[in-house]
Protein backbone atom coordinates (compact mmCIF):
# COMPACT_ATOMS: atom_id res chain seq x y z
CA UNK A 1 0.00 0.00 0.00
CA UNK A 2 1.42 3.29 -0.64
CA UNK A 3 -0.37 5.93 0.63
CA UNK A 4 -4.25 5.89 -0.48
CA UNK A 5 -3.54 3.74 -2.92
CA UNK A 6 -3.96 0.01 -3.11
CA UNK A 7 -1.18 -2.24 -4.89
CA UNK A 8 -2.13 -4.20 -7.46
CA UNK A 9 -0.44 -7.28 -8.69
CA UNK A 10 0.67 -7.51 -11.96
CA UNK A 11 -1.96 -10.00 -14.11
CA UNK A 12 -3.73 -11.49 -16.47
CA UNK A 13 -7.66 -11.24 -16.43
CA UNK A 14 -9.36 -13.72 -19.39
CA UNK A 15 -12.71 -12.89 -20.79
CA UNK A 16 -15.44 -12.87 -18.06
CA UNK A 17 -18.62 -13.70 -20.59
CA UNK A 18 -18.80 -15.90 -23.20
CA UNK A 19 -19.22 -14.94 -26.76
CA UNK A 20 -22.29 -13.98 -27.86
CA UNK A 21 -21.84 -13.95 -31.80
CA UNK A 22 -19.63 -15.45 -34.55
CA UNK A 23 -15.61 -15.36 -33.90
CA UNK A 24 -14.34 -12.11 -34.36
CA UNK A 25 -11.27 -12.64 -32.59
CA UNK A 26 -9.87 -12.17 -29.07
CA UNK A 27 -8.23 -8.69 -27.69
CA UNK A 28 -5.92 -7.93 -25.30
CA UNK A 29 -6.40 -4.33 -23.42
CA UNK A 30 -2.72 -3.79 -22.23
CA UNK A 31 -2.73 -1.38 -19.14
CA UNK A 32 0.51 1.03 -18.30
CA UNK A 33 1.19 -0.90 -15.08
CA UNK A 34 1.23 -4.06 -17.02
CA UNK A 35 -2.25 -5.30 -16.30
CA UNK A 36 -3.60 -7.50 -19.53
CA UNK A 37 -7.70 -7.80 -19.58
CA UNK A 38 -8.82 -10.33 -22.52
CA UNK A 39 -11.84 -9.77 -24.32
CA UNK A 40 -13.64 -9.91 -27.58
CA UNK A 41 -14.02 -7.77 -30.49
CA UNK A 42 -17.16 -6.19 -31.74
CA UNK A 43 -15.91 -3.04 -33.91
CA UNK A 44 -13.46 -2.70 -35.98
CA UNK A 45 -10.40 -5.08 -36.32
CA UNK A 46 -7.51 -2.43 -35.92
CA UNK A 47 -4.97 -2.19 -32.71
CA UNK A 48 -5.74 1.80 -31.05
CA UNK A 49 -3.28 3.35 -27.94
CA UNK A 50 -4.96 6.20 -25.79
CA UNK A 51 -5.64 7.20 -22.31
CA UNK A 52 -8.38 5.09 -20.17
CA UNK A 53 -10.84 7.12 -18.78
CA UNK A 54 -14.36 5.36 -17.40
CA UNK A 55 -18.27 6.46 -17.42
CA UNK A 56 -20.47 4.95 -15.03
CA UNK A 57 -23.79 6.43 -16.50
CA UNK A 58 -26.95 3.88 -17.24
CA UNK A 59 -27.72 4.91 -20.46
CA UNK A 60 -26.13 7.43 -23.36
CA UNK A 61 -23.66 5.49 -24.99
CA UNK A 62 -24.19 6.90 -28.12
CA UNK A 63 -23.88 10.20 -26.58
CA UNK A 64 -21.14 9.11 -24.78
CA UNK A 65 -18.64 7.79 -27.45
CA UNK A 66 -19.36 11.12 -29.85
CA UNK A 67 -18.69 13.48 -27.35
CA UNK A 68 -15.74 15.68 -28.46
CA UNK A 69 -14.05 15.84 -24.63
CA UNK A 70 -13.80 12.30 -25.06
CA UNK A 71 -11.23 13.00 -28.43
CA UNK A 72 -8.78 10.29 -28.52
CA UNK A 73 -9.23 8.19 -25.25
CA UNK A 74 -9.98 4.41 -24.34
CA UNK A 75 -13.61 4.79 -22.50
CA UNK A 76 -14.78 2.26 -20.31
CA UNK A 77 -18.49 2.03 -20.09
CA UNK A 78 -19.08 0.61 -15.85
CA UNK A 79 -22.60 -0.16 -17.12
CA UNK A 80 -23.45 -4.31 -17.73
CA UNK A 81 -26.04 -3.93 -20.52
CA UNK A 82 -24.26 -1.85 -22.98
CA UNK A 83 -25.81 -2.12 -27.19
CA UNK A 84 -29.05 -3.29 -25.95
CA UNK A 85 -31.07 -0.34 -27.54
CA UNK A 86 -29.24 0.00 -30.69
CA UNK A 87 -28.05 3.11 -32.22
CA UNK A 88 -30.94 5.97 -33.83
CA UNK A 89 -29.81 6.88 -37.55
CA UNK A 90 -27.17 9.01 -38.40
CA UNK A 91 -28.91 11.38 -40.99
CA UNK A 92 -32.05 12.27 -38.40
CA UNK A 93 -31.22 16.00 -38.31
CA UNK A 94 -32.77 17.76 -35.00
CA UNK A 95 -36.07 19.85 -35.86
CA UNK A 96 -34.75 23.35 -34.07
CA UNK A 97 -31.39 23.09 -35.45
CA UNK A 98 -31.68 21.20 -38.64
CA UNK A 99 -28.19 21.12 -39.31
CA UNK A 100 -27.14 19.08 -36.09
CA UNK A 101 -27.93 15.66 -35.88
CA UNK A 102 -30.61 14.81 -33.68
CA UNK A 103 -28.92 11.43 -31.30
CA UNK A 104 -25.40 12.77 -31.25
CA UNK A 105 -23.30 15.01 -29.25
CA UNK A 106 -21.34 15.62 -32.66
CA UNK A 107 -20.94 14.20 -36.06
CA UNK A 108 -18.39 11.34 -35.83
CA UNK A 109 -17.80 9.12 -32.93
CA UNK A 110 -14.50 10.65 -31.29
CA UNK A 111 -13.03 8.10 -28.29
CA UNK A 112 -10.45 6.28 -29.52
CA UNK A 113 -11.56 2.80 -28.32
CA UNK A 114 -14.05 0.95 -26.24
CA UNK A 115 -14.68 -1.18 -23.15
CA UNK A 116 -17.79 -3.08 -22.34
CA UNK A 117 -18.59 -5.86 -19.54
CA UNK A 118 -21.22 -7.00 -21.75
CA UNK A 119 -22.44 -6.22 -25.36
CA UNK A 120 -25.99 -7.05 -26.79
CA UNK A 121 -24.99 -8.01 -30.09
CA UNK A 122 -27.63 -8.04 -32.94
CA UNK A 123 -30.26 -8.48 -30.26
CA UNK A 124 -31.08 -4.43 -29.69
CA UNK A 125 -34.30 -3.65 -29.30
CA UNK A 126 -35.66 0.33 -29.66
CA UNK A 127 -38.33 2.25 -32.11
CA UNK A 128 -35.20 4.73 -32.91
CA UNK A 129 -33.01 2.21 -33.59
CA UNK A 130 -31.58 1.19 -37.29
CA UNK A 131 -28.25 -0.65 -36.35
CA UNK A 132 -26.47 -1.97 -33.48
CA UNK A 133 -23.84 -0.03 -31.89
CA UNK A 134 -20.92 -2.56 -33.25
CA UNK A 135 -21.73 -1.72 -37.25
CA UNK A 136 -21.79 1.75 -36.09
CA UNK A 137 -18.43 1.20 -34.50
CA UNK A 138 -17.34 -0.43 -37.49
CA UNK A 139 -18.46 2.50 -40.11
CA UNK A 140 -16.85 4.89 -37.95
CA UNK A 141 -13.53 2.08 -37.72
CA UNK A 142 -13.28 2.13 -33.69
CA UNK A 143 -12.50 -1.07 -32.08
CA UNK A 144 -14.59 -2.24 -29.01
CA UNK A 145 -14.10 -5.25 -26.36
CA UNK A 146 -16.48 -6.88 -24.37
CA UNK A 147 -16.06 -9.42 -21.67
CA UNK A 148 -14.01 -7.34 -19.39
CA UNK A 149 -14.83 -6.65 -15.43
CA UNK A 150 -15.14 -3.56 -15.96
CA UNK A 151 -16.05 -2.87 -12.21
CA UNK A 152 -12.56 -3.93 -11.22
CA UNK A 153 -10.96 -2.14 -14.03
CA UNK A 154 -12.43 1.18 -12.94
CA UNK A 155 -11.57 0.20 -9.62
CA UNK A 156 -8.04 -0.17 -10.98
CA UNK A 157 -7.45 3.36 -12.58
CA UNK A 158 -9.68 5.02 -9.93
CA UNK A 159 -6.68 3.80 -7.24
CA UNK A 160 -3.90 4.02 -9.96
CA UNK A 161 -4.66 7.29 -11.09
CA UNK A 162 -4.79 8.44 -14.64
CA UNK A 163 -3.06 5.71 -17.18
CA UNK A 164 -2.38 4.42 -20.87
CA UNK A 165 -4.07 1.90 -21.93
CA UNK A 166 -3.52 -0.52 -25.63
CA UNK A 167 -6.07 -2.50 -26.95
CA UNK A 168 -4.09 -5.04 -29.33
CA UNK A 169 -5.95 -7.16 -31.77
CA UNK A 170 -5.18 -10.94 -31.91
CA UNK A 171 -2.66 -11.97 -34.97
CA UNK A 172 -5.09 -13.08 -38.44
CA UNK A 173 -3.91 -16.08 -38.45
CA UNK A 174 -4.74 -17.23 -34.76
CA UNK A 175 -8.09 -16.01 -34.77
CA UNK A 176 -9.67 -20.05 -34.99
CA UNK A 177 -8.19 -22.92 -32.86
CA UNK A 178 -5.32 -23.42 -30.79
CA UNK A 179 -2.01 -21.90 -31.42
CA UNK A 180 1.18 -21.36 -29.69
CA UNK A 181 -0.16 -22.32 -26.40
CA UNK A 182 -3.38 -20.82 -26.46
CA UNK A 183 -7.13 -21.87 -27.28
CA UNK A 184 -8.44 -19.35 -29.61
CA UNK A 185 -6.18 -16.68 -28.09
CA UNK A 186 -7.13 -16.61 -24.99
CA UNK A 187 -4.72 -16.47 -22.44
CA UNK A 188 -3.35 -19.83 -19.87
CA UNK A 189 -1.61 -19.99 -16.99
CA UNK A 190 1.02 -21.70 -19.44
CA UNK A 191 0.64 -19.25 -21.82
CA UNK A 192 0.72 -15.91 -20.23
CA UNK A 193 3.88 -15.08 -20.08
CA UNK A 194 4.35 -14.99 -24.15
CA UNK A 195 0.39 -13.62 -24.81
CA UNK A 196 2.91 -10.88 -26.72
CA UNK A 197 2.92 -13.63 -29.69
CA UNK A 198 -0.61 -13.65 -30.28
CA UNK A 199 -1.53 -10.09 -30.22
CA UNK A 200 -0.17 -7.08 -32.56
CA UNK A 201 2.42 -4.80 -31.29
CA UNK A 202 1.53 -1.14 -31.21
CA UNK A 203 3.08 2.01 -29.57
CA UNK A 204 1.93 3.51 -26.52
CA UNK A 205 -0.28 6.83 -27.43
CA UNK A 206 -0.82 9.56 -24.53
CA UNK A 207 -3.54 12.10 -26.35
CA UNK A 208 -2.70 14.58 -23.56
CA UNK A 209 0.57 15.28 -25.12
CA UNK A 210 -1.23 16.25 -28.46
CA UNK A 211 -2.61 18.54 -30.39
CA UNK A 212 -6.34 17.92 -30.70
CA UNK A 213 -7.33 20.95 -31.94
CA UNK A 214 -4.78 20.49 -35.18
CA UNK A 215 -7.02 17.23 -35.87
CA UNK A 216 -10.17 19.09 -36.39
CA UNK A 217 -11.18 21.87 -39.33
CA UNK A 218 -10.13 24.81 -39.01
CA UNK A 219 -12.95 27.36 -39.03
CA UNK A 220 -14.43 31.09 -37.97
CA UNK A 221 -16.54 30.20 -35.04
CA UNK A 222 -18.82 31.83 -32.30
CA UNK A 223 -18.87 30.06 -28.71
CA UNK A 224 -18.33 29.62 -25.32
CA UNK A 225 -14.78 29.47 -23.86
CA UNK A 226 -15.95 25.96 -21.85
CA UNK A 227 -16.69 24.01 -25.16
CA UNK A 228 -19.85 23.25 -26.82
CA UNK A 229 -21.94 19.55 -27.56
CA UNK A 230 -24.76 19.51 -29.88
CA UNK A 231 -27.11 18.56 -26.69
CA UNK A 232 -25.32 22.12 -25.22
CA UNK A 233 -26.55 23.61 -28.69
CA UNK A 234 -29.89 22.07 -28.64
CA UNK A 235 -30.67 22.47 -24.92
CA UNK A 236 -29.32 26.67 -24.57
CA UNK A 237 -30.60 28.10 -27.90
CA UNK A 238 -32.62 30.41 -25.96
CA UNK A 239 -30.18 31.44 -23.18
CA UNK A 240 -27.57 34.00 -23.22
CA UNK A 241 -24.67 32.49 -22.77
CA UNK A 242 -22.39 34.46 -20.01
CA UNK A 243 -19.15 34.06 -21.53
CA UNK A 244 -18.03 34.51 -25.18
CA UNK A 245 -14.44 34.50 -27.47
CA UNK A 246 -14.23 34.10 -31.06
CA UNK A 247 -11.91 31.98 -32.33
CA UNK A 248 -10.47 32.56 -35.99
CA UNK A 249 -9.13 29.09 -35.97
CA UNK A 250 -10.95 27.41 -33.71
CA UNK A 251 -11.40 23.46 -34.24
CA UNK A 252 -14.57 21.80 -35.16
CA UNK A 253 -16.03 18.65 -35.24
Not at 159 to 176: A, H, P, Y
Request: charged residues 15%; aromatic residues 10%.
Amino acid sequence: MEGTKQSWPKMFYPPIAAEIQDHEGLVSLELQDGAVYQGYSFGAKKSVAGELVFQTGMVGYPESITDPSYRGQILVITFPLVGNYGVPSRETMDDLLKDLPAHFEASQIHIAGLVTASYAGEEFSHYLATSSLGTWLKEQGIPAIYGVDTRALTKRIRNEGSMLGRLLMQKENLTNGTANGHVNGITTPESSKDWRSSFEAIEWVNPNAQNLVADGKSQHIFGPVIGLTYHSINTKTQIVFPTFVECSNASVW
